[in-house]
């Protein structure tokens, strides 16, 4: 009723529909800002950006009346962003969505430019209510504005708060290469209520037509493989506490097939800091798991061969270290993962590794003899070939070297050449 009240407030503020520029860097939480206005009668959403520069530019283009606008994000942060549309548009009300609680913030905050403050933990009791504020004229900065603190540098602040994001922004990366390369389904569980609302993408992802998910909790776990199906759920309410969720799980299809889905969620509290529900995505990754067991297929396979097989990155540090390379070399895989090969090994080359190195980048491959050092001091002689690949997945140059051991050979060779030599010399 308080969130209906505050939304006939607003509209008999603002008679026709307030136009709202939703700005966080993060998918699910602009997901659920909107799913939480697009609810509400006289407010529309009209437009999404991804981070500062991006606010700067929707604002400019479609020139809303108000903006949600988060603070900590990338290219230019949110009081940046505010400040530069402040100065475009000074009728534009701006609302900053911050998860600091901080009374400093929210007056730098202010000094931005912006019209209120909301904390992210309290968006679900106090969005509308602060957009009512800001309507009318007025500002909404909670009870703890006027509160006096320590002086603090709020760039600092906001530069922690991105490093300490970095995991869930690289997993919202994800989540935008879906959009491109396949399909994404968005869902609202409301956890008071046991409704779950879907998209059709989503229904698809679990082998159903549009319209067919009867909509409720207990529904969407039953169409959870057994095997998964337990896990998931507990991970899921022991996610509350966390107030956030992602996980893999398989699900089974009416056919009998299995598919593997990777599952976000964010979870909005009432004004009581009760769960009230669930905001989120899933995407497919049935391809990728597939292609997780091809590679360690083909792991297994590179691990069959007398050969020593090594994988190394730009730095020359071991990304892969086959058991080949184990028997000839004495170290495991995982003393060896992330050494210089040529320091680990104490490589002598046949000539300065600047120029093999050029070779290398040049013709993409090189191949010569090389002498290397074990772990129990004994020296080999190989013959090293050397070919530069690009993992896509990572967007990195590797180098794959295969190490045969030629010492026996090398050994008898010389043993043929000495008589000879002392031959020549009598």
């Given amino acids: 009723m308080a969130m209906l009240r505050e939304s006939r407030l607003i509209h008999a503020v603002c008679p026709h529909p307030m136009r709202i520029l ?7 939480v602009r997901r659920g800002v909107c799913s939480l206005l697009e609810a509400e009668e006289g407010l529309e959403v009209c437009g999404e950006a991804v981070d500062g520069r991006d606010a700067v530019d929707k604002a400019t283009a ?4 108000a903006i949600i606008m988060d603070i900590s994000m990338p290219k230019l942060n949110g009081l940046e962003a505010t400040r530069e549309i402040r100065r475009i548009l000074p009728d534009t009300k701006i609302l900053i969505l911050s998860q600091h609680d901080i009374p400093a913030m929210m007056r730098q905050a202010e000094g931005a430019g912006a019209h209120g403050y909301v904390v992210k933990s309290a968006m679900s009791h106090e969005l509308l209510a602060a957009l009512k504020e800001v309507a009318s ?9 006027r509160e006096t603190g320590l002086d603090f540098d709020a760039q600092e602040v906001l530069q922690r708060s991105i490093i300490l994001e970095r995991a869930l922004r690289e997993s919202d990366e994800r989540l935008r290469l879906a959009h491109q390369i396949a399909r994404i389904g968005t869902f609202e569980y409301n956890i008071k209520t046991g409704v779950n609302r879907w998209t059709p993408e989503l229904e698809s992802l679990y082998g159903l037509r549009a319209g067919e998910f009867p909509g409720t909790q207990a529904a969407w776990e039953l169409l959870i493989h057994s095997d998964d199906r337990d896990s998931t759920v507990h991970a899921m309410k022991l996610a509350a506490d966390e107030g956030g969720f992602e996980r893999e799980w398989r699900v089974a299809w009416p056919d ?15 004004n009581l800091g009760n769960p009230e529900r669930w905001v989120g995505a899933n995407i497919d990754i049935t391809e990728r798991k597939r292609a997780e067991k091809r590679a360690q297929r083909e792991a297994r396979l590179l691990d069959l061969s007398f050969d020593a097989i090594v994988v190394r990155d730009a730095n020359d540090r071991v990304r892969y270290w086959n058991r080949g390379a184990k028997e000839l070399y004495g170290w495991t895989a995982e003393e060896a993962s992330g050494q210089v090969t040529h320091t680990l090994l104490q490589t002598h080359f046949p000539k300065p590794l600047e120029t093999i190195v050029a070779i290398l980048r040049q013709e993409g491959r090189w191949d010569g003899e090389l002498t290397h050092s074990c772990k129990d001091g004994k020296q080999v002689t190989v013959m090293s070939r050397w070919a530069t690949f690009r993992d896509w997945e990572c967007a990195e140059m590797l180098v794959l070297e295969t190490n045969t051991d030629i010492t026996k050979q090398k050994l008898v060779e010389e043993s043929v050449r000495q008589p000879a030599r002392l031959a020549q010399s009598t």
């Fill in 62 to 65: 479609l020139k809303p009346h």
């Fill in 256 to 270: 009998g097939s299995v598919h593997w889905l990777w599952g976000k969620a964010w979870l909005l509290r009432d």
């Fill in 137 to 145: 004229g007025g500002l909404f900065f909670g009870g703890l504005f």
């Fill in 22 to 28: 939703v700005v966080d860097d993060h998918q699910i």
